[in-house]
């Protein structure tokens, strides 16, 4: 094995697979043979040894258990200190529970022990029966012997018989695990008043100087972090597909093989028109918004271009564009906007709709009926997957070329040239731009970063779906924004927040007139056509329409009927006040339908805090002593 290795160490991959193999010997057996301790033993309880061997084969199957569960998790996380203690307190309680159950006068019987091997799934056949062969492959395959694997399997079986022993008394009531269904299923609605910090944003005077403290006393808000500047090869499938030819009987041979996986749901192209206007704002806002969109739809029935009145009236995001909106099915846009749209024939004009966003005017300019997509269609589509299918079987010889042009010197402009391919920049090269960009770990990232000035990564860096190969040309230092750049933020986000304040304090006033029983009828008079109810909702704090709030959510649950909270409570972009409307039980259907879950999961519940205290209590009447801190330290 290790002579093959030698023949191919040229080849970048068997390079990093030497990397691998070292940092695994060095981290299990230390740089100097474990700093000179050979003790064998890593740890004692009750007088009962841990071998530092079973810790180490143990540790390396958690790690290697846990990297394939996580592909991307980091690699100084599993060689930490604390993962390592973990995994050793682990084989504590494991020695503790065995102890335990022996001396209970637990055991697993030979018959038990096959039994138990001969249902794990990944040792069946076929036929779904037990095959030695695949048994004899996973040992192989792991370096394990079958009296290791089948030692641990007895003794994970011990403690299991131990488990069911200890929780064997646990038997929730049918009671019990109502009340628990009846307080997770309750939900409530309420009645809200909702204030606006957008009513008072241009009452809001930010002066100058506010601005100027502001600025002064958050350097950190408007510090531009230190960065670099790089230049990269990406050896990925789509940074080189652009580098395949694909021909057009490729194209042809490609759809009529795939042809099930170009069906298309119905699909509408529209424009639209959006007049802003907030789900809370109060009904004057509201009508004042429909009564502008419709003035709107006056002109477009009349035979006013319908992309030109978007350019010039529409709020939204598209409408510089017209109102192009493009392409798109059903569960794309909010309900009534889907309902409205394809409810149209092509070239038809909708109705004012109502949205959570505003008021909406819709143009269907084209419909696409369900069925098979034409070949035009997906051409571009199948262009790009032919190209991206053979630049990865490109990418291994491509990137081997280039490491051995960088081990002979060549700079990567070069090395671009003679690969055919193109340099790329990052000019805003930093720990965030890099690891969302390309999907590189931070330590990846900080080898690009720590490179010195002209010097490229000696090793690939792992990217998503390949590999990437970068030169640093530039470090640029932190520096501050000057204010005159940030000036408008300060002055918007000051004016917000003034808002904000004097919203909360106009909520608060309703809120004491609404608790208060001389002041309660005129205020609730007052504010009674813009009072709104809200959907039905649960303890989780999620109230539809208004967001997420934990504290309004417990303290409505808490409230009676009709009772006025006695707080404001903030949400996006407001506050408001609120009274308890309804409760809403669980349905006696649901009770029943679900009650065998509830119970077996309220059983398996009280069964582990009852299990898990009596594994506490085993762990503090036991000595332990742990004699190879330099192990878990390393």
């Known amino acids: 094995m290790m002579d093959i290795l030698r023949q191919n160490a040229q080849n970048w991959g068997i390079k990093i697979l030497f990397a691998i193999i070292i940092i695994v010997f060095v981290f299990a057996f230390g740089m100097s043979g474990f700093n000179g301790n050979t ?18 084969r143990v540790y390396r199957e958690t790690a290697d258990a846990m990297r394939s569960q996580n592909p991307g998790v980091d690699s100084d996380q599993i060689q930490s200190p604390e993962f390592k203690k973990a995994v050793l307190g682990q084989m504590i309680s494991q020695k503790l529970l065995e102890v335990e159950a022996r001396r209970l006068g637990l055991a697993v019987s030979n018959s038990e022990l096959s039994y138990s091997i001969s249902r794990i799934p990944a040792f069946a056949g076929s036929d779904g029966k037990f095959d030695i062969n695949r048994y004899q492959n996973f040992l192989r395959s792991r370096q394990m012997s079958a009296g290791t694997f089948e030692s641990d399997i007895r003794n994970s079986s011990l403690i299991q018989k131990l488990q069911q022993y200890v929780i064997l008394p646990v038997m929730p009531t049918e009671q019990e695990a109502r009340e628990l269904f009846n307080t997770a299923s309750e939900k409530i609605q309420i009645d809200y008043y909702y204030v606006s910090g957008a009513d008072f944003v241009d009452a809001a005077k930010i002066t100058d100087k506010a601005i100027e403290a502001y600025y002064k006393a958050n ?3 408007f510090t531009i972090p230190a960065r670099a500047e790089i230049k990269y090869i990406a050896f990925t499938p789509e940074d080189l597909s652009i580098y395949e030819a694909v021909s057009p009987e490729e194209l042809k041979s490609y759809y009529e093989a795939h042809k099930d996986s170009f069906k298309q749901e119905e699909q509408v192209k529209a424009r639209h028109i959006l007049i802003k206007v907030d789900e809370n704002a109060p009904e004057a806002d509201v009508a004042k918004a429909e009564k502008q969109i419709k003035k709107i739809a006056a002109k477009a029935k009349s035979g006013e271009d319908f992309s030109k009145l978007a350019e ?27 309902d409205a749209a394809f409810a149209l024939k ?14 909406h005017l819709i143009k269907v300019e084209d419909i696409r009926e369900a069925g098979q997509k034409e070949f035009d269609q997906v051409k571009d589509e199948i262009r790009t997957a032919i190209a991206e299918e053979k630049a990865s079987e490109s990418i291994t010889d491509r990137l081997d070329h280039a490491v051995d042009l960088i081990a002979s010197g060549m700079d990567l402009d070069k090395v671009a040239q003679e690969i055919g391919v193109a340099v ?32 490229v990564t000696d090793i690939p860096v792992a990217v998503d779906n390949g590999y990437l190969v970068a030169e640093k ?42 608790v208060n029983k001389a002041t309660a009828a005129e205020e609730l008079k007052s504010i009674k056509k813009d009072l709104k109810t809200s959907e039905p909702f649960g303890r989780d704090g999620f109230v539809p329409g208004l967001g997420m709030n934990q504290r309004l959510s ?40 679900q009650k065998d879950m509830i119970m077996n999961a309220l059983k398996q519940q009280r069964g582990n805090e009852v299990f898990n205290s009596f594994l506490r209590e085993l762990r503090s009447k036991a000595k332990i002593e742990i004699v190879r801190m330099d192990i878990l330290n390393q």
């Open 39 to 56: 003790d064998p033993v890593i740890a004692y309880v009750n007088d009962e040894p841990i071998p530092t061997q079973e810790f180490i």
């Open 219 to 221: 350097p950190d808000k």
């Open 312 to 338: 010039k009236y529409s709020e939204g995001p598209s409408g510089p564009k017209g109102g192009d909106l493009g392409w798109f099915g059903h569960g794309a846009m909010v309900k009534p906007f889907e």
């Open 346 to 359: 092509k070239g038809e004009v909708s109705k004012p709709v109502r949205t959570r966003f505003g008021w």
């Open 424 to 455: 790329k920049k990052s000019e805003q090269a930093t720990l965030q731009n890099l690891t969302r960009a390309f999907g590189m770990t931070e330590s990846a990232a900080k080898t690009v970063l720590d490179l010195p000035l002209s010097s």
């Open 473 to 514: 040309v530039k470090d640029i230092p932190a520096s501050v924004s000057p204010l005159a750049d940030v000036r408008e933020d300060i002055r918007n986000f000051l004016a917000q927040k003034e808002a904000m304040k004097a919203a909360q304090a106009k909520a608060t006033v309703i809120m004491g007139r609404l």
């Open 554 to 593: 417990e303290a409505a649950f808490a409230a009676k009927k009709d009772q006025w909270l006695a707080q404001a409570f903030e949400l996006p972009g407001g506050f408001i006040v609120a009274r308890l409307d309804d409760r809403i039980p669980p349905k006696e259907e649901s009770w029943v339908s």
